[in-house]
């Protein structure tokens, strides 16, 4: 199916443990996003990247670690979960400077 | 430092009203401003973006107003429906980056 799609839509994680949420894009679009969501913060970016192999950090990067070593997959991990990092978080890609288009979002809950 | 701050939180306006949100920014390296909307439970989509070398974009019931020496922007819904009633999302975006503001939650009574 043509789109962005995220996985798992749902994760419950123990404190301490490494998660990786999972982001496939089909258009082949240059730029990939992840941002979390928190009430009262909105959409806070964590990762970007211009293209495979290239990534750069945003506004809310520690803790987290992405690649991309494909131009359709953007996995972000968490290397040792914090219940801090409880969020739901959404992927998105686009082509330069255009409408991004975004997943369906992950809701990580850390225990 | 939030680099894109959008007032109000929230907004409750009757069926038929004007819905406007506002928008400020300070980076003037961005170039291109959408507004996206979400509903519960789904990732945000787009709804109508402008870029700087306009003042105005209109689409249907929505139209963003944009100063760009003000460095602020705005969304007017008018005739506000019960469908508006969802989460608003103001960006600024240049090639490689694109920060959102806090959100609004709009809520249309009938």
């Known amino acids: 199916d043509a789109g962005i799609t995220q996985s798992p839509r749902y994760k419950i994680t123990e404190t301490g443990r490494q998660v990786t949420l999972m982001c496939h894009q089909t258009?082949?679009?240059?730029?990939m996003f992840w941002y979390r969501q928190d009430l009262g913060h909105g959409l806070r970016l964590i990762y970007y990247?211009?293209?495979?192999?290239?990534?750069d950090k945003g506004e809310v990067p520690d803790g987290y670690v992405v690649s991309r070593s494909k131009t359709e997959n953007f996995p972000l991990t968490l290397e040792s979960a914090t219940r801090s990092q409880t969020s739901v978080y959404f992927c998105?890609?686009?082509?330069?400077?255009?409408?991004?288009?975004f997943g369906q979002g992950t809701r990580l809950t850390v225990v | 430092q939030q680099q894109v701050k959008q007032s109000p939180q929230s907004l409750i306006v009757q069926k038929g009203g004007i819905s406007i949100i506002n928008c400020a920014y300070e980076?003037?390296?961005?170039?291109?401003f959408p507004w996206y909307q979400q509903f519960p439970g789904k990732g945000p989509a787009l709804l109508i973006a402008?870029?700087?070398?306009?003042s105005e974009k209109k689409e249907g019931r929505f139209t963003i107003s944009f100063n760009k020496s003000a460095k602020q922007f705005s969304l007017h819904i008018m005739d506000s429906q019960p469908g508006d009633s969802a989460t608003y999302f103001c960006?600024?975006?240049?090639?490689?980056?694109?920060?959102f503001g806090a959100g609004t939650r709009l809520t249309v009574k009938p």
């Open positions: 998105a890609s686009r082509r330069v400077n255009t409408e991004a288009f």
């Open positions: 258009w082949s679009h240059s730029y």
């Open positions: 990247s211009a293209a495979a192999d290239i990534t």
């Open positions: 980076n003037t390296a961005f170039d291109y």
């Open positions: 402008i870029r700087p070398d306009v």
């Open positions: 960006a600024a975006s240049m090639d490689n980056d694109m920060r």
